[in-house]
């Protein structure tokens, strides 16, 4: 995957984490809903978030390279005491009951809807399987320490969780873009942190009503900051020249609205049409050496990225 694209990805799952966690910063208590929208609970929830977001910017522009967690922990705690303090927003989750079932079809199914099920399953799975990928190259891209994913390990872990979530009442899911950048920028390098988030995700997952401690502004900062960084990025395909940066824009663009996969697809054929009519136009090359040509461009972008 051409480093430019890769790129466009990151900046268009950003301006999506962006865009849903700024709501937070304006949110404001049923209670305090009025028929004005600006009023003074809003305009003092707005000066909160306000706070909030400096006072992180300020601590991580000064700890990035030293103590990279402190601001997160500040931002936390601190939007914790507010919330004892001042009625703001809290994270709330529906606390339901664990059970076991068995994933089959019920009684009634018919063999139309089974073969549609196989199906629609099939489609999901080739889906989560590209996406994945692609998902590690952005990851590797966002490494600090330049490291190369192991997709196998990555689907097999998917894999495994997924199983085990269908037991639940679960979806499938994917790593997540977001979190490994969070993750990144809080200062967490090993993969033991993954050891500690996941302890941290079943504690709440037993112990949900501690959730509603948290102001919802608190965490809109630390997911809209790391939304920014990863628009940011798109500042290190200046390089590689307009036409790159304007196909990285595109790629976010078309990931934000539509998905990675669909995204990056429309990207990736869009890309081998330019490059087509360019060069069977320009330099009468032969179709078979333009597509080889194409792959190998591909091939040598891709190389940037490591």
């Not at 004005?36 to 929830?45: G, H, K, P, S, V």
Request: hydrophobic share 55%.
């Amino acid at each position: 995957m051409p480093v430019y694209l890769v790129e466009g990805l990151l900046a268009g799952i950003g301006l999506k984490i962006f865009l849903k966690f700024f709501e937070f910063t304006y949110e404001i208590p049923e209670a305090a809903v009025t028929e004005e929208f600006w009023n003074t609970a809003r305009i003092i929830m707005c000066a909160i978030s306000a706070v909030g977001m400096a006072v992180f910017i300020v601590l991580f522009s000064k700890f990035k390279d030293i103590q990279p967690a402190i601001p997160y922990f500040v931002l936390i705690i601190g939007g914790a005491l507010v919330g004892l303090f001042i009625q703001v927003p809290m994270i709330t989750v529906e606390d339901v009951d664990l059970y076991f079932r068995i994933p089959i079809p019920s009684a009634d199914v018919t063999i139309m809807m089974l073969v549609l099920m196989v199906l629609f399953c099939a489609m999901l799975a080739t889906i989560d399987v590209i996406e994945q990928v692609m998902s590690n190259a952005a990851i590797e891209k966002i490494d600090p320490l330049k490291r190369k994913c192991n997709s196998n390990n990555s689907l097999l872990a998917i894999w495994i969780a997924n199983m085990g979530s269908s037991f639940f009442g679960g979806m499938t899911n994917l790593d997540g873009l977001a979190k490994s950048t969070t993750n990144r920028l809080a200062g967490a390098y090993t993969k033991f942190s993954l050891v500690f988030i996941g302890s941290v995700v079943a504690f709440f997952l037993f112990n949900s009503e501690y959730l509603e401690y948290l102001p919802k502004f608190a965490l809109a900062a630390i997911m809209m900051f790391s939304g920014y960084k990863m628009i940011a990025g798109l500042v290190h395909v200046t390089h590689y020249g307009p036409y790159a940066m304007m196909l990285a824009i595109a790629t976010g663009l078309l990931v934000f609205e539509l998905g990675i996969f669909e995204g990056l697809i429309i990207a990736l054929v869009a890309h081998a049409v330019i490059h087509y009519m360019v060069y069977t136009k320009h330099d009468n090359m032969p179709g078979r050496d333009v597509v080889k040509r194409y792959f190998e461009n591909l091939k040598r972008d891709s190389g940037n990225l490591q």
